[in-house]
């Protein structure tokens, strides 16, 4: 159904955006916080205190409720991460979220930390990892079936491949090249927790 209200991407609504990203200091002290961290203080990931120090300050921005942090943190480093992260390999997105150990202590399962594993890829390079959110996640939905810039199920999205195409199908359909994968999603994010608010308590991408 297409909403009156929701107006679809264009070049304005895009640069209007990230020109109250821009002016909403808590997101940009933060961000800025977190590019020092990350680009500068612990750039690599071998020490468990760096990968630690993070995990714990991502945890906290961006409130992805990581009970476990230690564990997500040890994990990290066993990954052996840097040179993929220099490749932009995809796939290190799904090996973060998961075999990390920590269980849903309702569903008995290890928990698929999606979410929290493009932020910490997006983090070191943000020109090659997306970051996925699920007021993101509402929007592309929505444009999907209004507008049919491209098709997918919602569930596979959670699939940082499928979900990077879209982001960039979407940036190739409604003639948003000029702008970068950080930008497109800071105008989705905002746009989208704007449009689609109603489970807002736990659909937050920072803390706060």
């Not at 040890?74 to 799904?94: A, C, F, K, M, P």
């Not at 390079?125 to 939905?141: A, G, H, N, T």
């Not at 409604?174 to 927790?193: A, N, R």
Request: aromatic fraction near 14%; charge should be neutral.
């Amino acid at each position: 159904r297409v909403r009156p209200d929701i107006q679809s991407p264009n070049r304005e609504a895009v640069k209007r955006y990230l020109e109250k990203w821009d002016n909403l200091e808590n997101y940009t002290a933060q961000e800025s916080a977190l590019n020092k961290l990350f680009w500068d203080v612990c750039p690599t990931n071998t020490s468990l205190d760096d990968v630690l120090l993070k995990v714990a300050t991502l945890n906290t921005f961006y409130s992805t409720n990581i009970y476990n942090v230690f564990a997500v943190a040890r994990h990290i480093v066993h990954l052996d991460i840097d040179e993929r992260l220099r490749q932009g390999d995809d796939s290190l997105v799904t090996d973060i979220a998961s075999g990390h150990g920590i269980i849903n202590k309702r569903g008995g399962k290890e928990i698929h930390f999606f979410s929290f594993a493009t932020k910490y890829c997006s983090h070191h390079r943000p020109e090659v990892y997306p970051i996925y959110d699920s007021f993101v996640e509402d929007f592309l939905v929505y444009l999907s079936k209004a507008d049919g810039f491209t098709h997918f199920r919602r569930e596979d999205l959670r699939d940082i491949t499928v979900f990077k195409q879209t982001l960039m199908k979407l940036r190739e359909f409604y003639g948003l090249e000029e702008f970068s994968l950080k930008q497109i999603d800071q105008y989705l994010w905002q746009y989208g927790k704007e449009k689609f608010p109603k489970l807002y308590g736990r659909k937050k991408k920072f803390g706060g």
